[in-house]
T-cell receptor
Framework: SQTIHQWPATLVQPVGSPLSLECTVE??????LYWYRQAAGRGLQLLFY??????ISSEVPQNLSASRPQDRQFILSSKKLLLSDSGFYLC??????????????FGSGTRLTVV | GQNIDQPTEMTATEGAIVQINCTYQ??????LFWYQQHAGEAPTFLSY????GLEEKGRFSSFLSRSKGYSYLLLKELQMKDSASYLC???????????FGKGTTLSVSS
């Protein structure tokens, strides 16, 4: 079966510390993968997407970066966290269906609080 | 660019019908999605429209008019568990990612 895993579920980090969030998918190959952030009271903001290994598109300039070292692994990183990086981080993948119909499935999310 | 607008909040009572509207402006159109998100949880897929018209799935229906850049989500026979945020999302011009509106928080009361 096709599943998406994201961890950790919650994280409290001090300002200036590094960040690494990991997302992996199972049961598929060469998926399109995405990182979104949802700040308190705000909508889902697309941060990065990847259509393949080593291919990263950045949607919003900031102190975050993403990498795709393996086909089914997507990592979100930061060298130095800011208070404004607090939020709910969601990994998603695009599920291909029939007749070019597709959907986006989300991982369970990581709630990051920068203190 | 893309712009997606939906009301911030709506309230309704159990058993009622509610319609959540969404207007979008995109450079190209590749489909429109509706997601449900309960507080503290990840969004879950509700519907996908790529052609004009109404798509019905049980108590939930979604409508699309591409010429008007307009969609709505219709929820019938409301239940308390329908209290959640409802997110309208359009596929970006390149067809590579979903761009979300800010969501409509629906509160269902008894």
């Amino acid at each position: 079966s096709q599943t998406i895993h994201q961890w950790p579920a919650t994280l409290v980090q001090p300002v200036g510390s590094p960040l690494s969030l990991e997302c992996t998918v199972e049961g598929t190959s060469n998926p399109n993968l995405y990182w979104y952030r949802q700040a308190a009271g705000r909508g889902l903001q697309l941060l990065f997407y990847s259509v393949g290994i080593g291919q990263i598109s950045s949607e919003v300039p900031q102190n975050l970066s993403a990498s795709r070292p393996q086909d089914r692994q997507f990592i979100l990183s930061s060298k130095k966290l800011l208070l404004s990086d607090s939020g709910f981080y969601l990994c998603a993948w695009r599920v291909e269906g029939v007749l070019l119909v597709y959907g986006y499935t989300f991982g369970s999310g990581t709630r990051l609080t920068v203190v | 660019g893309q712009n997606i607008d939906q009301p911030t909040e709506m309230t309704a009572t159990e058993g009622a019908i509610v319609q959540i509207n969404c207007t979008y402006q995109t450079s190209g159109f590749n489909g429109l999605f509706w997601y449900q998100q309960h507080a503290g949880e990840a969004p879950t897929f509700l519907s996908y429209n790529v052609l004009d018209g109404l798509e019905e799935k049980g108590r939930f229906s979604s409508f699309l008019s591409r010429s008007k850049g307009y969609s709505y989500l219709l929820l019938k026979e409301l239940q308390m568990k329908d209290s959640a945020s409802y997110l309208c999302a359009a596929v970006n011009q390149a067809g590579t990612a979903l761009i979300f509106g800010k969501g409509t928080t629906l509160s269902v009361s008894s």
